[in-house]
């Protein structure tokens, strides 16, 4: 690995500007289909890990924004 990469991957990234507004954007989508599993799933395993991945997936979808936008 490079190290600008892990220069890049190990810092602090402060907002820039309409970024945070992404940010809101995802977390409201995520919100909605957090919903209709909460909704439509039987309580189990299956519906926790569904909801791990999801908050997973905005978090890299974040990152991504945050460390190459």
């Known amino acids: 690995m490079e ?3 892990i220069e890049t991957r190990f ?4 907002p ?3 970024q945070p507004e992404i940010y809101v954007r995802l977390r409201d989508k995520a919100k909605e289909l957090a919903v209709l599993i909460n909704d439509v799933c039987p309580e189990s395993r299956e519906k926790a890990l569904a909801f ?5 997936s905005i978090f890299w979808a974040n990152s991504a924004i945050a460390r190459r936008s």
């Open 16 to 18: 820039k500007p309409g």
């Open 11 to 14: 810092v602090y990234h402060a």
């Open 3 to 5: 190290q600008s990469e």
């Open 52 to 56: 791990t991945q999801l908050e997973d």
